[in-house]
């Protein structure tokens, strides 16, 4: 059984498989998913995660059946266990894609489900798809990791995606995380742990300019409105870091700029059209990963 629960348990030699299956999967048709169901179970909204999974499987041949909305849409409105709607659909379907407002959710899924379940996002916890697909933009992109320096900017305390791109990056050499954001928005620290211990070399500021220049990735992320207390204690923190064109301009030439999207009001629409915004590009990218990982779980 191969459940897909949180980055750490990706090795090198299993994100290169899956990123040369990615390439060869954007050339040529295939339908080699052809009789396999997925079942797409999202508790928390989604517009890439769960389309591009959508997508890849039926680029692939496969078939779909899903609820989005699941804490209104199925059973759980009737007070069913997320254990016990696991085990049910795990017989309907070859795979679950679950996506849950409770971290470690994806975990107690695995516990008790007959067939794989891919994590797709878990509260706070991880979303370790959208990091192999954050990795394979920057592979894409700037035709290396070893070596890059990246600033992680915005909410680092609630984003999950910041969580498991790191990890992932701690397995890479000579990386160098600049982790920006208030200090009431920190990333936790196991993460911090786990890189000193992967001797990954951080440091952690609130100002961005002051880096922006020395840096080959600027990963934006939103503030996480739905994760705070009330709204007054995210109108401390709305638009703390905008990234405009004069950001932009100070940035290395061969430079880019991402974001697991969905954006806010944290990178202005002016700067789309600039050569480094890679966002879109890498919300496409999402469904090449995506399409490898369904192919290396069911084929
Ligand atoms: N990046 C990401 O997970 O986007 P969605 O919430 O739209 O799936």
């Known amino acids: 059984m191969n459940h897909i629960i949180e980055s750490r348990q990706f090795d090198l030699k299993f994100i290169n498989k899956i990123f040369s299956m990615a390439d060869s999967v954007e050339k040529k048709t295939d339908n080699s998913l052809k009789g396999k169901i997925m079942a797409s179970l999202f508790y928390e909204p989604s517009t890439r995660t769960r389309f591009?999974?959508?997508?890849?499987?039926?680029?692939?041949?496969?078939?779909?059946?899903?609820?989005?909305?699941?804490?209104?849409?199925?059973?759980?409105?009737?007070?069913?266990?997320?254990?016990?709607?696991?085990r049910v659909i795990s017989n309907y379907a070859d795979v679950i894609i679950l996506r849950h407002y409770e971290r470690g959710a994806s975990h107690r899924a695995s516990l008790v489900s007959n067939i794989p379940v891919i994590n797709a996002g878990d509260g706070t916890g991880q979303h370790p798809t959208q990091a192999l697909l954050d990795l394979y933009t920057i592979r894409r992109e700037l035709k290396k990791i070893d070596g890059i320096k990246i600033a992680l900017v915005g909410d680092l305390k609630h984003g999950r995606t910041i969580r498991s791109l790191a990890y992932?990056?701690?397995?890479?050499?000579?990386?160098?995380?600049?982790?920006?954001?208030?200090?009431?928005?920190?990333?936790?620290?196991?993460?911090?742990?786990?890189?000193?211990?992967?001797?990954?070399?951080?440091?952690?500021?609130?100002?961005?300019?002051?880096?922006i220049s020395q840096i080959d990735v600027l990963y934006q992320t939103r503030i996480q409105k739905e994760?705070?207390?009330?709204?007054?204690?995210?109108?401390?923190?709305?638009?703390?870091y905008q990234i405009d064109l004069h950001l932009v301009n100070l940035m290395k030439e061969k430079s880019i700029i991402m974001h697991p999207l969905p954006r806010v009001d944290e990178i202005l629409t002016e700067v789309d059209t600039s050569l480094k915004a890679v966002y879109f590009k890498q919300a496409k990218y999402g469904l090449l990963v995506r399409m490898a990982l369904l192919k290396f779980l069911l084929k």
Do not use: Q, W
């Open 168 to 211: 992932l990056l701690g397995k890479y050499k000579n990386v160098e995380i600049y982790f920006v954001s208030p200090k009431e928005l920190r990333v936790g620290e196991d993460i911090k742990e786990y890189l000193k211990k992967h001797k990954i070399l951080y440091s952690e500021r609130e100002n961005l300019e002051s880096i």
């Open 227 to 240: 994760r705070f207390k009330n709204e007054e204690e995210y109108k401390n923190f709305k638009g703390c």
């Open 52 to 86: 591009s999974f959508e997508s890849a499987m039926l680029r692939l041949g496969g078939s779909v059946i899903t609820t989005e909305n699941a804490k209104e849409f199925s059973s759980a409105a009737k007070g069913e266990t997320l254990e016990d709607s696991i």
